[in-house]
Structures are given as structure tokens and as C-alpha cells.
Nanobody, 115 residues
Framework: QVQLVESGGGLVQPGGSLRLSCAAS????????MRWYRQAPGKQRELVAA???????IYADSVKGRFTISRDNAKNTVYLQMNSLKPEDTANYYC?????????WGQGTQVTVSS
């Protein structure tokens, strides 16, 4: 059974930092494209950052220069380092693993940026 378990969300002040983790079991993330998405209330889910199995990373324009996606294949975990957080980053953040038709999602972790 495949599981993706996100952690690290919480409440942070504007300008602060958080690091999200996504621990995978049942798959080897080294073969998968790993992605972070987010969804704010009343908005569509959007891609935040992605890391291909070949090491290419891409970011949404809104987070470039502030967020960094990384992976530790030995720990089977992907991370999202979020710096200089803004209120508009408030959302539920989801981890996704995709390889061909295999497409897995975590349950999400809430990030709230507020003073």
C-alpha cells in the first residue's frame, strides 16, 4: 500500500519559514516525479514545485526564490523549504508522486501565514 505522509505545516508569521516533509512508503521516490501542490479555500489546486527523477526542479512564479524543493532518496522523503512566507501562501499543501499512470497523493498539511 502506497502512502504519502506530509508534515511540518503550522502557523507562522509573515516573513517566517517552514519546512514541509513528505515521507513515502510503498514506492521508491527515486523513480517518481515528486510535486508539491497547494489549495487555498475557494481556489483551485495549484502546482507549487516539482522535482523530476532526473533532478530537474521547477517552481511556480509566485514562489520562485523563496521555496526550494529537495529530495532524499535514501530516506524516501521529499521536502519543501519555504522562506519569506506571505499571507497569500496560506493553503493546504499536498505531496504528489507520479510515474506514468501511477499517481499518488498525501492527505495534506495546513500552512497558515498570519500575524
Amino acid at each position: 500500500q502506497v502512502q504519502l505522509v506530509e508534515s511540518g505545516g503550522g502557523l507562522v508569521q509573515p516573513g517566517g519559514s517552514l519546512r514541509l516533509s513528505c515521507a513515502a512508503s510503498g514506492i521508491s521516490i527515486s523513480f517518481y516525479a515528486m510535486r508539491w501542490y497547494r489549495q487555498a479555500p475557494g481556489k483551485q489546486r495549484e502546482l507549487v514545485a516539482a522535482s523530476t527523477s532526473g533532478g530537474i526542479t521547477i517552481y511556480a512564479d509566485s514562489v520562485k526564490g523563496r521555496f526550494t524543493i529537495s529530495r532524499d532518496n535514501a530516506k524516501n522523503t521529499v521536502y519543501l523549504q519555504m522562506n519569506s512566507l506571505k499571507p497569500e501562501d496560506t493553503a493546504n499543501y499536498y505531496c504528489n508522486a507520479k510515474l506514468s499512470i501511477n499517481d499518488y497523493w498525501g492527505q495534506g498539511t495546513q500552512v497558515t501565514v498570519s500575524s
